[in-house]
C-alpha cells in the first residue's frame, strides 16, 4: 500500500509540474498594434495627398490596408512583413465633391491582432475661373489680368 501511495503521489507531482510549465509557454500573444494618425488636411476636389500613418507593431507587420470615403485611398509605401514599427503611406484622391473625406488605414500583426485609425480630410471645390463679358468694340491697348 506504501509503494502504491508513493506512485500515486509521484504521479500527481509530475502532473502538476507538467501542468505548470505548459501554462508559462511563450505562446501568450503579443500586445496589439497601435497606430498615429496623421493631423486633419485639405485637398481640392480631383486632386491627391499623401497622409504618413506611424505604427508600433510588436506581433511583427504582416498586412494594411486602406479605404477612403469622399475619394480613393491607396497604400503607396507599405512596411515589410515582420517589421515591428515604420511609417506606412497612403495617397488619397478625393473625388469631385466638396466636403468631408476620410482615409480608414487597418493593420494586422503576424498573430492575426489588428488595429485601425481613421484620418479626416476636407475636401474644398475647384477654384472658378472667373468669365468675362466684353460688348461693344474695344479700342486701344487692353491688359487683363
Not at 487597418?106 to 481613421?118: A, I, L, N
Amino acid at each position: 500500500m506504501k509503494n502504491s501511495f508513493k506512485q500515486l503521489f509521484s504521479l500527481l507531482i509530475a502532473a502538476a509540474l507538467i501542468m505548470v510549465v505548459s501554462a508559462c509557454s511563450e505562446d501568450d500573444p503579443s500586445p496589439a498594434p497601435s497606430m498615429t494618425e496623421p493631423a486633419q488636411q485639405t485637398v481640392t476636389a480631383g486632386e491627391s495627398i499623401t497622409m504618413d500613418f506611424n505604427v508600433t507593431i510588436p506581433g511583427g507587420f504582416a498586412t494594411s490596408s486602406a479605404v477612403g470615403t469622399g475619394g480613393t485611398a491607396t497604400v503607396s509605401t507599405n512596411l515589410t512583413v515582420g517589421d515591428t514599427n515604420g511609417t506606412i503611406t497612403v495617397e488619397f484622391t478625393a473625388g469631385s465633391d466638396a466636403g468631408a473625406g476620410s482615409v480608414r488605414l487597418t493593420v494586422t500583426d503576424g498573430e492575426g491582432q489588428s488595429t485601425s485609425g481613421t484620418a479626416v480630410i476636407t475636401i474644398s471645390e475647384v477654384p472658378q475661373v472667373p468669365t468675362v463679358s466684353v460688348r461693344g468694340d474695344i479700342e486701344g491697348t487692353v491688359t487683363w489680368s
